[in-house]
């Protein structure tokens, strides 16, 4: 059985970046809902018992498995939203990270305009990753809906989501500033070091 990730923080610590009330809803509802949907789906078929990462590596580009990807990579998703994102975040990294955005954009400046930039420019529902290719450069990307970067053969180490669920609530239709306030105050870079290995 599937479970929905705890937070790694308090429901009012990201605020008023993104309030208790964003929270609430994103997390408590629409997260929850993939796990119980995936929970049902799963039941009795060859994916009982199997990660999160093997369900959407098997479903993936498959019109016949749709709802196990979808769920699965929704929840997949949002439980790395979740760990992208930190109370008293974001600004200017430090060391490795740094030195690879750095290598990779020529300036944060660069990144942080990429990052905005393809992110609110994502059409719909969706997410705005950084990611690293097998070559270790480090590319701001976009995918829409439920769609993953490691599908596509990169490496997630941050993402924003830009569902209307993650902001509608406090920013309406003002996806921008949603974006830069999550880059600015809010990124773990932490978890990116880590998960640039």
Not at 164 to 170: G, I, T
Request: proline share 4%; glycine share 8%; charged share 20%.
């Amino acid at each position: 059985m599937f479970t929905l990730m705890a937070l790694p923080y308090a429901n009012d610590a990201l605020a008023p970046i993104i309030t208790p009330n964003t929270i609430s809803f994103h997390h408590g509802k629409h997260h929850k809902t993939y796990v119980d949907n995936l929970n049902n789906l799963v039941k009795g078929t060859e994916f009982e018992g199997q990660s999160l990462e093997a369900i959407v590596t098997a479903t993936a580009g498959k019109a016949d498995k749709a709802p196990l990807f979808n769920n699965a990579a929704q929840i997949w998703n949002h439980d790395f939203y979740w760990n992208s994102l930190k109370p008293n975040g974001g600004g200017v990294p430090a060391g490795k990270v740094a030195d690879a955005i750095n290598a990779s954009f020529g300036s944060f400046d660069e990144f942080k305009k990429q990052m905005a930039t393809t992110t609110v420019g994502q059409f719909g529902s969706g997410w705005g990753w950084l990611v690293a290719d097998a070559a270790g450069k480090l590319k701001v990307v976009k995918t829409g809906n439920a769609e993953v970067p490691m599908t596509q053969g990169l490496k997630p180490l941050l993402t924003i989501d830009v569902w209307e669920h993650a902001y509608y609530l406090d920013y309406q239709n003002k996806r921008a500033d949603y974006v830069n306030a999550v880059i600015d105050k809010l990124l773990n870079w932490d978890f990116a070091a880590k998960n640039l290995g």
